[in-house]
């Protein structure tokens, strides 16, 4: 039986400026459910994430702005978190942790910069929303064994996205190399393994 991580929950006091926030952000409206006594509903999803956020009136009783450490992982913190400043988001400079393996709670032990040698797991950028639930980029190139051992994508629209990305980066590959890569698409799948955390 799979235990899938489906939702997050977010307690927010104003449901259209945190919406705002989080389609600035980049992320997709799902839903925006609105009934006759004033509950409502706004699921949104991050890009490339299985898992997704709802936020509301009467989703939940927690104090808006308490939920802290939501992390998103991405292939390049520095990237992302550039991406992110494109669209108007304010977010930290990135940063590791002084004793090298998960970051700490707030800022405590924080030293400026990526992770020396780049590991995955290691690097991070934060940043909240209006209410201040608070968001951790981390980066992660290779999972650790056992996290994953097949590839699924839930809609054609994931596949094209994972294509896209993989395009992105070929080209970087190739500019690297310095001329065309005859086995593209081994290097495609290999890609494609990796960000959906398949070790290939």
């Given at each position: 039986m799979d235990f899938k991580l489906e939702v997050v929950v977010l307690p927010v006091s104003d449901v259209d400026r945190a919406k705002a926030f989080y389609q600035k952000a980049g992320f997709r409206e799902d839903v925006d459910y609105v009934a006759t006594d004033g509950f409502r509903v706004v699921h949104v999803t991050p890009p490339g994430s299985a898992s997704s956020i709802i936020i509301g009136?009467?989703?939940?009783?927690?104090?808006?702005?308490?939920?802290?450490?939501?992390?998103?992982?991405?292939?390049?913190?520095?990237?992302?978190?550039?991406?992110?400043?494109?669209?108007?988001?304010?977010?930290?400079?990135?940063?590791?942790?002084?004793?090298?393996?998960?970051?700490h709670a707030g800022t405590r032990d924080r030293v400026d910069g990526p992770q020396p040698e780049r590991r995955s797991y290691g690097s991070f950028a934060s940043f909240s929303d209006p209410d201040g639930n608070g968001f951790v980029l981390q980066e992660v190139t290779v999972r650790q064994p056992g996290r994953i051992t097949e590839v699924r994508y839930g809609s054609v629209a994931e596949v094209e996205q994972a294509l896209r990305d993989a395009a992105i980066a070929h080209g970087r590959h190739e500019a690297e190399l310095g001329h065309e890569d005859p086995d593209w698409p081994t290097w495609y799948a290999g890609h494609m393994a990796r960000a959906a955390g398949l070790d290939s």
């Open positions: 009136n009467g989703v939940t009783d927690a104090a808006p702005g308490s939920v802290q450490g939501v992390h998103l992982v991405v292939d390049d913190v520095v990237a992302a978190r550039a991406e992110l400043i494109a669209r108007g988001v304010e977010v930290s400079e990135v940063f590791h942790d002084a004793g090298g393996v998960f970051h």
